[in-house]
C-alpha cells in the first residue's frame, strides 16, 4: 500500500521543507484511498500526476537568483550558445541530420497511431465483435469471405444470452443511387448502407440532430450525415426533410437524424443509412451478402462463445453439405489483421505497420549515430579547452554537464526544426497516406509530446558518449595538445558508427529496389488482358437503347470496340458454386460476344460466343480460364460437350456446355493465384459498358462519347474509369510502401552522407599537412586522393557486407507473400552496392581532391 | 503585488473551508469540491489555492494531531479569518445586487425562445 518511492524521492527534493509534512500526508492519504478500488499501476500513475501538479512556484524550492548553481548553470548555457555559433557550420549539418531524422520519426509514428486506432472510438469497442463465414468447397479448401446470410444475425441474438445486441451492413454492392432532395439537385451516391434499428445499439456514431434511438425503426427513414446534409439542402439540421431514391418506384425517404461525419479511422464509411425492409430474410442461409456484427453484453466471454458458434451455425444447415467455417474478429483488429474477400473496404496490413516501425527506429538512429560520430569528431577540437578548464578546478561532473547542455541545446533545434519538416510532410505526403494529418490536432498532441520525449531520451543517451569521452582527457595531457589513447580508441569507434550507418543506408536501398522491382513487375507483366486504354462507363443502365448506343459509338474513330458486361475486370465480379460433383466457387460475370476483343482476351481452344447460334443466346454455354477448366475437372477433350455443372442434394441442377477457354488473367491482386473465372452471354441491358479507346486524342474522344451519351440518357452525367487505374487501385498498398520507403531511404542516406562527409572534412584537416609533404615529395594527385578514400571505400564496402544478407533474407519474406513475384537477381547487389560506393566515392573524393590541388606552401607556412 | 481580489476557485476553496469548519483541510477540500461540485482537481491546485489565500490573509492555518493513514504526518487544518468573511460577503453582495438588476423581462424573453 506504499506509493512509489520514486515519486516521493522526487516530491522531496523540489519541495520546500515546510510544506512537505501537510503535502505528503495529503498524497499518501488519497493514495490510500484510490489504491482500494484500483490497480497498482492505476494508483501509481495518478500518484505521479499528482505529485506533478506540485510543480508549481508556490512548493518549489526556493532558488535564489544568484545562487552559485543558477550563475554556473547560466554560463554553461552562454557557453553552449557561444560554441554552437562559432562552429556553425557542424551546427547546421547536425541539426539538419537530427531534424530529417526527426521528423521521419514523427511522421511515421503518428501514421502508424492512426492506423492502429481504426474503430476505436466507437464505445465499448473492445465488446464489438464482426462475425464471419469462410466458406470451405468439397475439396477442403477454405475461401476467406466476410460476408455471412442475413438470418445470422437475429439468430446469434436470439440463441446466446451474451450476445446484447446484433446488426446487418447491407452494402451497395457496387450499385450508385440516384439521391436527390428536388429535381434539379440529384447526385449519384455510393456511400449508402442498408442496416437494422439496432446499428445504434452496437455502433457510436453521434447525431447532431435528431434522435439515433428510433432513427430507423421504418423503412422510410434515413440517417444521413453532415456534409451530405450540406450537399443536398445547403444546411445541417434537416430532419424530418425528405430525400427521393429515383429509378424504379421513386421512393422517398424522410430523414430521421444527421450524424456528424464517419470518421476516418473506421473500416466502413458511408454517408446515408436505411432500413433494411426485405422480407423473410430471418429464415434466409443461402444467401450472403450481408455483413454481421455483434456486441457482447459487459463481461462475456468471446472465447467461450466462439466454440458455440460452428454447433450452433450448423443447426441452422440442412443436412452436411456445407462445412463452412464460422468465427468472430474484434471489431479494432479487423483494419490491420484481416484480409477476407469482400472486405467493406482495402484494409491497412500489419506487416507494413511493422516495416514502417522498423524503418522510424533505423532512421532516428541513423541521425544519432550521426550526431554522436560528428560530436566525437570534433571533439579533439575542444581538446585545449578542456584541459584549461581542468587546469583552473573543473570537475568531470561539471565539465559534463556543460556538454550535456550543449547536446541538448542541439537536440532543442533539431526537434523545432523536425517538427516543422514532419508538419510539411504531412502536408505534401497526405496524398500518399490517403488522409490528412497534423500535428496540431488534438488526438495527435498527445503522442507528438511523447514522441519529443523519446527523442529527447534518445538524444540524450547518444550525447551522453561525447560527453564522457571530451571530459575523460588528462589535463596535463590535454593542454599540451597531445591525444592520449582515447583518442584512437574514438576513432575506431567512429569507424565502427560509419559502418553500422552505411549498413542500415544499404538494407533501405536494398529493400527500395525490391518493392519498386515488384511493383514493376506487376505493372507490366502478363495480365492474360489488356486493361490499358479500357474506358468502363459504370451507369450504363440509364441508357435507353443500350444497343443503338453501342452502334452510334463505334462510328467514333477512335472506338474500335465496345461491349456490356455485368461486372468490372480487376473491379466487380460475382460468385456461385460451380462443379460436379465437387462444388467450388467461381468468379463469374454475365458478357456480350464483342467482351473479349474489348479486353484483349486470348482463346487458347474453342470458341467465343456468338449472336447467331440459339444455345449461346439461352445462356446454355459458358466460357472459362484455364484455372476455370482446371477446377471443372475438365481437359480440353471436354471442351464442346454438354456437362453437369453443378448440383443441390446429390442431384444435377445445371448442365451446360463450355464451349471456349482463354487464357488465365489476372483479376485480384497478386498476392492471389488466379482464381476460376467463368463468362457468361446474356442479351439484356448491363451495369457496365467497356470500350476500347485507341491511343489518339483522348480528351476529343471523351467528348464526343458524352455528346452521345447525353442524346441517349435524360441528363444524368456519365460515370466512368480508365480499366488500368481500376487495375492499379489494387496495388495502392504496395504502391504507398513504396513510395513511404523510398522517401525514408533518401533522407537517411542524406544523413548518412551528411556524416560521412564531416568526418572525411576532419580526416583531410588532420592530414592537410601530411598531404601538403606527400605533394612536395611528389606524390600525384590521384595517389594522394586514393589514399584517403581508400579508407573510406573499406568501410562502406564493410557495411554492405553486413548489410546485404540480412537485406537478402527479409525482402525474399516479403516477397512470399505474393504469388506472383519478381525475382532477387545479383544485379539488385550489385546496384545496391554500386551506389552506397559512388556516392562515398564522389563525397570524399570531393574533399580529398581539394586538398590534394591546393598549393603545398599554404597548408606547410604556419607554425 | 497581491491583489485582494478572490479568483473564482480561491472563493469556491474559502467557501469549502468554512463548509468543513473545523476539520478543513488539502485532501478534505479537493473530496467536498468534488461532491458538491463535480469538479476534478488535483490536490496541487487546492494547496497552491490555500497558499495564496493564507498570504492574502483570508485564512488561517495550524497543524492538528498526526494519523495512521498518512504515514505519521500532520496535517494543516485552515479556518476563515475576519478579512476572509469580509472579502466573502462582498462577493456576495456583489452577486445578489447585480442578480436582482436583472429585469424580469430578460427571463420572460427566454421562455419564449423555448416555446418556438
Known amino acids: 500500500m506504499r506509493p512509489p518511492k520514486s515519486a516521493d524521492r522526487f516530491l522531496s527534493w523540489f519541495c520546500q521543507g515546510k510544506l512537505l509534512e501537510e503535502v505528503k500526508g495529503d498524497l499518501h492519504e488519497s493514495y490510500r484511498i484510490e489504491r482500494a478500488h484500483k490497480r497498482r499501476w492505476h494508483a501509481n500513475m495518478i500518484y505521479w500526476y499528482e505529485v506533478l501538479h506540485f510543480l508549481r512556484p508556490f512548493a518549489m524550492k526556493g532558488k535564489r537568483k544568484n545562487s552559485k548553481k543558477t550563475i554556473m548553470y547560466k554560463s554553461y548555457l552562454k557557453f553552449a550558445v557561444r560554441n554552437v555559433l562559432k562552429h556553425k557550420a557542424t ?216 466454440v458455440k458458434f460452428q454447433p450452433f451455425y450448423e443447426s441452422y444447415q440442412n443436412e452436411q453439405e456445407n462445412h463452412n467455417i464460422i468465427y468472430s474478429q474484434a471489431l479494432t483488429d479487423i483494419h490491420l489483421k484481416s484480409n477476407l474477400k469482400w472486405e467493406l473496404e482495402a484494409n491497412g496490413d500489419m506487416n507494413n505497420v511493422y516495416i514502417f516501425a522498423i524503418l522510424a527506429v533505423f532512421v532516428l538512429v541513423v541521425s544519432c549515430i550521426n550526431y554522436l560520430n560528428l560530436t566525437v569528431a570534433e571533439s579533439y577540437k575542444r581538446f585545449k579547452e578542456v584541459g584549461i578548464r581542468k587546469v583552473f578546478g573543473a570537475y568531470k561532473k561539471s565539465l559534463i554537464a556543460l556538454f550535456m547542455i550543449e547536446t541538448l541545446l542541439i537536440i532543442s533545434i533539431s526537434l523545432v526544426v523536425g517538427s516543422i519538416l514532419s508538419e510539411l510532410l504531412f502536408k505534401y505526403l497526405g496524398e500518399i497516406l490517403g488522409r490528412e494529418i497534423s500535428l496540431l490536432q488534438p488526438e495527435n498532441l498527445g503522442i507528438f509530446l511523447g514522441i519529443c520525449l523519446v527523442v529527447l531520451v534518445t538524444g540524450i543517451i547518444a550525447g551522453l558518449f561525447p560527453a ?26 567512429r569507424k565502427g558508427l560509419l559502418v553500422i550507418q552505411f549498413a542500415i543506408s544499404a538494407f533501405m536501398i536494398f529493400g527500395t529496389i525490391v518493392v519498386y522491382r515488384q511493383l514493376q513487375y506487376m505493372k507490366n507483366a502478363d495480365k492474360g488482358f489488356l486493361p ?103 481437359t480440353h477433350e471436354d471442351v464442346g460437350k454438354s456437362l453437369p455443372l453443378a ?24 498476392k492471389k493465384e488466379i482464381k476460376p473465372f467463368a463468362f457468361f452471354y446474356r442479351e439484356r441491358p448491363m451495369d457496365y459498358l467497356n470500350l476500347k479507346v485507341s491511343a489518339g486524342n483522348l480528351s476529343e474522344t471523351l467528348v464526343a462519347i458524352e455528346d452521345i451519351w447525353y442524346d441517349f440518357t435524360d441528363g444524368i452525367p456519365m460515370k466512368y474509369t480508365f480499366l488500368d487505374q481500376t487495375f492499379a487501385d489494387l496495388h495502392a498498398r504496395e504502391k504507398r510502401l513504396s513510395d513511404i520507403i523510398l522517401c525514408l531511404t533518401i533522407l537517411a542516406l542524406f544523413i548518412a552522407f551528411m556524416g560521412m562527409f564531416a568526418i572525411a572534412n576532419m580526416t583531410v584537416k588532420d592530414r592537410l599537412k601530411e598531404i601538403a609533404i606527400r605533394k612536395v615529395l611528389g606524390a600525384s594527385v590521384t595517389g594522394i586522393s586514393n589514399m584517403v578514400t581508400k579508407k573510406f571505400l573499406l568501410l562502406v564496402l564493410v557495411a554492405n557486407v553486413i548489410a546485404c544478407p540480412v537485406a537478402y533474407f527479409t525482402m525474399q519474406k516479403w516477397l512470399e507473400g505474393f504469388a506472383y513475384r519478381t525475382s532477387l537477381g545479383l544485379a539488385l547487389f550489385l546496384v545496391a552496392i554500386g551506389s552506397t560506393l559512388l556516392v562515398t566515392w564522389t563525397t570524399v573524393g570531393f574533399r580529398v581532391l581539394r586538398a590534394a590541388f591546393s598549393n603545398p606552401v599554404k597548408n606547410l607556412r604556419p607554425e | 503585488m497581491k491583489g485582494t481580489q478572490l479568483g473564482e476557485f ?107
Open chain 1, 647 to 670: 448440383s443441390q442434394n446429390d442431384s444435377i441442377t445445371t448442365y451446360g456446355k463450355v464451349i471456349g477457354v482463354v487464357k488465365d488473367f489476372h483479376f485480384t491482386d497478386f
Open chain 1, 91 to 306: 551546427a547546421i549539418m547536425n541539426v539538419l541530420s537530427l531534424g530529417v531524422g526527426i521528423a521521419c520519426f514523427i511522421f511515421i509514428f503518428i501514421y502508424l497511431k492512426g492506423e492502429l486506432s481504426y474503430d476505436r472510438f466507437h464505445h465499448d469497442a473492445d465488446r464489438i465483435y464482426r462475425v464471419v463465414i469462410d466458406f470451405v468447397d468439397s475439396n477442403q479448401r477454405r475461401l476467406p469471405d466476410a460476408t455471412t446470410p442475413p438470418a445470422l444475425a437475429p439468430a446469434l441474438k436470439r440463441d446466446f444470452p451474451e450476445v446484447a445486441s446484433s446488426v446487418r451492413l447491407y452494402p451497395n454492392w457496387g450499385r450508385k443511387f440516384l439521391l436527390g432532395a428536388s429535381n434539379n439537385n440529384k447526385f449519384h451516391e455510393e456511400g449508402l448502407i442498408y442496416t437494422d434499428s439496432t446499428f445504434f445499439d452496437v455502433f457510436s456514431f453521434p447525431a447532431i440532430y435528431g434522435d439515433t434511438q428510433n432513427a430507423l425503426a421504418y423503412p422510410d427513414q434515413m440517417v444521413i450525415t453532415r456534409s451530405a446534409a450540406r450537399k443536398y439542402f445547403g444546411k445541417e439540421d434537416v430532419v424530418g426533410e425528405v430525400l427521393t431514391m429515383y429509378g424504379g418506384k421513386n421512393e422517398t425517404f424522410r430523414i430521421s437524424a444527421v450524424l456528424e461525419d464517419v470518421p476516418v479511422h473506421s473500416h466502413f464509411k458511408f454517408d446515408f443509412l436505411l432500413k433494411i425492409s426485405r422480407q423473410n430474410l430471418e429464415q434466409d442461409w443461402g444467401w450472403y451478402n450481408y455483413y454481421t456484427y455483434i456486441k457482447l453484453s459487459p463481461g462475456a466471454d468471446v472465447a467461450n462463445l466462439e
Open chain 1, 532 to 634: 490499358e486504354q479500357v474506358m468502363v462507363i459504370e451507369n450504363a443502365k440509364s441508357i435507353k437503347n443500350q444497343e443503338a448506343f453501342k452502334t452510334e459509338l463505334l462510328k467514333v474513330a477512335n472506338i474500335p470496340a465496345a461491349s456490356l458486361s455485368s461486372g468490372v475486370l480487376g473491379g466487380l465480379n460475382w460468385t456461385r458454386t460451380l462443379g460436379y460433383p465437387d462444388g467450388f466457387v467461381m468468379n463469374l460475370f454475365d458478357i456480350e460476344p464483342e467482351f473479349i476483343e474489348t479486353m484483349g482476351l486470348e482463346f487458347v481452344t474453342g470458341r467465343n460466343f456468338s449472336r447467331e447460334r440459339p444455345t449461346d443466346v439461352q445462356g446454355l454455354t459458358i466460357v472459362v480460364n484455364e484455372t476455370g477448366l482446371r477446377e471443372l475437372g475438365m
Open chain 1, 468 to 493: 564522457l569521452h571530451l571530459s575523460s582527457f588528462k589535463a596535463a595531457l590535454a593542454v599540451k595538445g597531445i591525444f592520449n589513447r582515447a583518442g584512437r580508441s574514438a576513432l575506431g569507434l
Open chain 2, 10 to 116: 480561491e472563493e469556491l476553496v474559502l467557501l469549502i473551508v468554512g463548509v468543513l469548519f473545523p476539520e478543513a483541510y488539502g485532501l478534505g477540500i479537493r473530496q467536498e469540491i468534488n461532491d458538491q461540485t463535480g469538479r476534478k482537481v488535483a490536490i496541487g491546485a487546492i494547496h497552491s489555492a490555500l497558499n495564496r489565500l493564507e498570504s492574502k490573509g483570508y485564512l488561517k492555518s495550524e497543524l492538528a494531531n498526526a494519523t495512521h493513514e498518512r504515514g505519521g504526518r500532520r496535517k494543516r487544518l485552515f479556518h476563515i479569518t475576519v478579512a476572509g468573511k469580509r472579502a466573502l460577503e462582498k462577493n456576495h453582495e456583489i452577486r445578489n445586487s447585480l442578480w436582482n438588476q436583472i429585469p424580469d423581462l430578460a427571463w420572460k424573453r427566454l421562455s419564449y425562445d423555448k416555446s418556438i
